[in-house]
Structure formats: structure tokens, C-alpha cells
């Protein structure tokens, strides 16, 4: 089939999937009139039963916190997997990281990274840092959460790497420190509701006490400890990742 | 009678499929011919156990029962003449004393006016449309890396303008750090020749 | 204002298959995905957004004001972040089937048996 008759096939199928889809929207309620009930029972009993501000976070890691652990081992399995796939092939070897990524490597292909980039990359760790671990333990008072929190914590160690110092990046960072992270996050998340099970209680049940006002940290009972394990995993799992690419592309070459 | 009957039929013959597939799996001799017996119990089984579930129930959404802990919950049943569906109260929220009320029609918390709201999000809708049709033409890899990101940026004024600031800080931290670095790394690795 | 959301809901999915179908480069239809997966966020806050509502966050506003729905936003939240994960995956794949095979095109690609 040349491209041009499958420009026209796709094309063909494309109408009938976007009746389908108009059809279906026709449906809907219309913007705006969001008819189902379980949205509201939840806005009206989430404070006052969690203590919790943030309803969202409320939702996800407590009303619907199964689905949440089911989530967050997806990117759990995405980040062994992707460890898995770029492993060391037969045909491969690693070239020892001498120097800075930019310049006496011996490669020549990577250029060095400018003083404009790497100054305010350097002076940026730091505030990303406190930002990311600020976020991934107030999920229960404002909109933030343990993975937005884990993101910008994972940037953090990036931006080390963007200030050139791929070596100081792979030294903070060890693979063996990453797994054990990534490990204790998503088994702290599961242990927690395990431990529900062990009072007696459902699993994932909130079994801390709620606090005294809502939307302060120390409230919310189970949300905040969730929040902080699963930020944690998320922020381990993106450094795996990046520092993954990185060693694909400034190390791994592939022998004569 | 005969619903149940043909919905045991479909449901036995989703079991026998994923029987089937899984034989399959464990007897064939290398990993694409196992790729190709997973398919049917992925994607034909479901289909037998969804029509099972419509012989069952019906395609009348109205004629869904709703449970909690208890038993079947009584739900207020539709009229006739109702052309939108109302919001429902639960049989279970008049069981404890229910929390405050929610507001009315005009005691909204946004402190800008409805109308200029959704101009608001008619523009941001038609950004992010326009900014699709950016990134899928563009066709050099790392100038498409780069539309994407300001895509990224597009779509997170979208989410905040339909109120969810989260999902914004979600997009924002995404489409500015995570997907550039893992993109701009993999192409990088794919350009230069091997050595 | 009823129907547009979900318009661009269909126009976002459509354009990310056609990007998808005439691509000839890998790590381009992987893009592409990128752009179809946004179109189901959009579609979900589409579904629970209210009219005049506010952001369901009650550390400022009294508890009695009109919010949509939180429960799209949580799904949404994490759909955006584990999805970023898995294309992360995918782009791997990209790499390895270029060390193995030295080319991205996926016409020539299918050609290849294993």
C-alpha cells in the first residue's frame, strides 16, 4: 500500500471514528453540567471525615487509594523494565566516564556546556529541591501532591547534571541508592495498608488519627504519610530513568 | 431464563477462549508465535463478557442498581420527561446528618464572571487544538521536542482555567523536565553514528 | 460552549493518529503519542468541570462553595505523570531496535522478523 493510499485509508476511518465520537459527546451532558452524584458526596464529606483541604489528594490517596497503588507500580514496572531494555548488550562496552561530559571524554561529539547555563542550573538545585519535598508533603492542604512532588524533586537532581557535572550527577545518584528508594516508596505505600489490614481495619484504611484542624500538616492521618512515600518513589523512579539515558548516550559505545 | 442461559454461554465461552490462548502460550516454541495466542484472550474474551454483562443488565443505564455495604440502595428512578439526568441523592447520605449544603447557582467561588471564564477556556481549547496540529507537522526531531514542550505549556493554562491547579503542576513538571530530557537523550543517542 | 471541549477532544485524537500513520521515524509517531495521550486529560476535566465551580480546595473558600469534580482531577494527576514513565519505555525500545537493526523507519522495520 503506498503512503498515499494510506493517507486515504486512514482518512476514510477517521470520519467514522470521529461520528462515533460525536455521537457518544452528543450523549454527554454538555460542558458544564456535571450531572453524576458521586463528585459532590465526595466534596461534601471529604473535610469534615479526612481533614484533609486538598480534596483531590483526599480522592487519590485515601477514597480511591487502591487505584493509586496500582498507578504507581505501573511506574514502577516502566522504570525496571526501561532498566531491563537498555541493558549492556554483547556488542557493547562502557567507556570509563573520564572527565566532564564536555569536552576530554575522548568522544568530541558532546559539546561543553556554557557558563550561562550552568551558574543559575547549579544555583536552581537547591529551591527545586525544597520546592519538590515542600510539595510531596502537603498534598493534604493545597494543590500539590506526591507526584508533582516527586517530578520536581527528580528535576532537582537533573538540573545537577545540566550544571555539567555528569559525574557529580552518577555519584549522588548511584543506581544501587535509586532501587532502594524507588523500593521503599512503593513498598511503603503497600505497607501502610497493610498494616490497616493488621488492625483489623479494610486495606488502606485511614487509621491515623485525623487531627484537630483541617488542612494543617499534621492532619489527615494516612494522606501525608502516603503522599511522602510515593513522592519519594516517583522522584527515584525519574532519576533511574534519566541517569538510564544519560549513560546510554554519553557511555555506552559500541566496540569495532 | 433464557437471559441467563446465553449470558452462561458467552460467559463459558470467554473461559474457554482464555483456556485456549493460555494453552497456547505454554506450547509454542519461541516468543513471537506466544505474542500472537495472547491476543485473543486480551481483546476477544472482554468482548464475550462485556455482551455478557449487556444480556444481563440491559443497555438502559437507568436500570442499574446501586450497592453500598448493605444491600441494594434505593435510587430515585427518572421521569419520563426529565430530558437531562439530575444529580441523585443517595439513599446513604441521609443516613448521617448531611454536611452543608452546597451553594446554589449564582454563590459560585470564582471571582471572575461566568462569561469571561469561558471565554477563557474557549481560547486555551483552541490553543491547545492549534498546538496539536504544530507538533504533529513538525517533522525535525528536535524542533518537534521543542513544540511539544510548548504544548505542554498550553495544555497546563488549559487545566487551569477548568480549575485544576494540581494537574498543572503535574503537566508543567512533565512537559518541562521529564518528557524534554528523556526525548533530546534518546534522539541524541539515535543521531550520532556508533563508533 | 456545550460541545467544543469534547470537539477538541476529537480533533486532538485525530490529528495524533494522522501524525501517527504518516510517520516515518519512530521517535516521531512516539511524539505523536504523546499528543493522542493528552487528549484523554482534556476529556476528563471536560467531563467534570462545573459551571461557576471552584477548584476543590477548601483551605480558603468555605466549604458550602459550588467545585467541580475532584475525582476526573485525581485521575487525571496521576495519568499525566505515570505516562510520562511509560513513554520513557517506549523511547528504550526506540534505542534498542536502532542498535540493533540501524534504522527507525517502521516501514523497514516491519520487515525485519525478530
Same mark, same amino acid.
Given at each position: ?40 458526596? &465526595? ?11 486538598? &480534596? ?118 548511584? &543506581? &544501587? ?80 | ?195 | ?114
Amino acid at each position: 500500500m503506498t503512503p498515499g493510499q494510506r493517507r486515504w485509508f486512514f482518512l476514510a476511518a477517521a470520519a467514522g471514528l470521529v461520528a462515533c465520537y460525536l455521537w457518544a459527546f452528543a450523549g454527554l451532558p454538555g460542558f458544564g453540567n456535571y450531572p453524576g452524584p458521586y463528585g459532590q458526596e &465526595v466534596l461534601r464529606q471529604a473535610v469534615r471525615q479526612t481533614h484533609a483541604t486538598g &480534596v483531590v489528594s483526599a480522592v487519590n490517596f485515601e477514597y480511591r487509594g487502591f487505584d493509586t497503588v496500582g498507578e504507581e507500580f505501573i511506574l514502577f514496572a516502566a522504570a525496571a523494565g526501561l532498566s531491563v531494555v537498555l541493558r549492556r548488550l554483547r556488542r557493547e562496552r562502557e567507556t570509563e566516564p573520564a572527565g566532564e561530559a564536555g569536552g576530554e571524554a575522548g568522544s568530541g561529539t558532546v559539546p561543553a556546556a556554557s557558563s550561562a547555563m550552568r551558574v543559575p542550573a547549579l544555583l536552581m538545585v537547591g529551591p527545586t529541591a525544597l520546592i519538590g519535598w515542600w510539595l510531596a508533603s502537603h498534598a493534604q492542604t493545597n494543590p500539590s501532591g506526591g507526584f508533582q512532588g516527586g517530578v520536581i524533586l527528580a528535576s532537582a537532581f537533573i538540573l545537577i547534571y545540566l550544571s555539567g557535572e555528569f559525574l557529580a550527577f552518577r555519584r549522588l545518584s548511584p &543506581v &544501587v541508592l535509586l532501587d532502594a528508594v524507588e523500593a521503599v516508596g512503593a513498598g511503603g505505600f503497600v505497607a501502610i495498608g497493610l498494616a490497616a489490614l493488621a488492625m483489623n481495619l479494610p486495606y488502606l484504611d485511614n487509621y491515623l488519627p485525623p487531627g484537630q484542624v483541617p488542612g494543617a500538616v499534621s492532619s489527615s492521618g494516612t494522606i501525608a504519610l502516603i503522599s511522602f512515600f510515593v513522592g519519594i518513589e516517583v522522584a527515584a523512579a525519574f532519576v533511574l530513568i534519566a541517569g538510564e539515558f544519560l549513560e546510554q548516550t554519553l557511555l555506552k559505545r559500541r566496540s569495532a | 431464563m433464557i437471559r441467563e442461559v446465553v449470558s452462561d454461554g458467552l460467559l463459558a465461552l470467554a473461559v474457554l477462549t482464555v483456556a485456549a490462548a493460555a494453552l497456547g502460550v505454554a506450547v509454542m516454541p519461541d516468543a513471537y508465535a506466544r505474542l500472537h495466542y495472547v491476543t485473543p484472550a486480551a481483546v476477544v474474551a472482554p468482548v464475550f463478557v462485556t455482551l455478557a454483562i449487556f444480556v444481563t443488565e440491559g443497555l438502559d443505564h437507568r436500570r442499574a442498581r446501586l450497592y453500598d455495604r448493605h444491600g441494594p440502595v434505593p435510587v430515585a428512578r427518572h421521569d419520563a420527561r426529565d430530558a437531562r439526568p439530575r444529580p441523585r441523592r443517595l439513599a446513604s447520605a441521609t443516613r448521617a446528618p448531611a454536611g452543608p449544603r452546597p451553594a446554589g447557582e449564582g454563590e459560585g467561588a470564582t471571582m471572575i464572571p461566568v462569561a469571561a471564564m469561558d471565554t477563557l477556556q474557549i481560547v486555551a481549547l483552541v490553543g491547545v487544538a492549534a498546538g496539536a496540529t504544530v507538533v504533529v507537522r513538525t517533522r525535525s526531531r528536535v524542533r518537534q521536542v521543542l513544540a511539544l514542550s510548548v504544548y505542554g505549556m498550553l495544555l497546563a493554562i488549559l487545566f487551569f482555567v477548568f480549575q485544576a491547579p494540581d494537574v498543572t503542576l503535574s503537566e508543567l513538571s512533565v512537559g518541562a523536565v521529564a518528557l524534554p530530557i528523556v526525548l533530546l537523550l534518546a534522539i541524541a543517542k539515535v543521531r550520532k553514528p556508533e563508533q | 460552549m456545550g460541545i467544543v471541549p469534547f470537539l477538541v477532544v476529537a480533533w486532538i485524537v485525530v490529528v495524533g493518529l494522522y501524525g501517527i500513520v504518516t510517520s516515518r521515524d519512530l521517535i516521531n509517531q512516539i511524539m505523536c503519542l504523546i499528543v493522542v495521550q493528552s487528549s484523554t486529560y482534556v476529556l476528563l476535566l471536560g467531563v467534570g468541570y462545573v459551571t461557576g465551580g471552584a477548584a476543590p480546595y477548601f483551605s480558603d473558600i468555605p466549604l458550602t462553595t459550588k467545585a467541580v469534580d475532584p475525582v476526573v482531577q485525581a485521575l487525571a494527576l496521576t495519568d499525566v505523570v505515570v505516562e510520562a514513565a511509560v513513554t520513557a519505555l517506549l523511547l528504550s525500545f526506540a534505542i534498542q531496535a536502532y542498535k540493533r537493526f540501524g534504522t527507525l523507519d517502521p516501514h523497514e522495520l516491519a520487515e525485519f522478523k525478530g
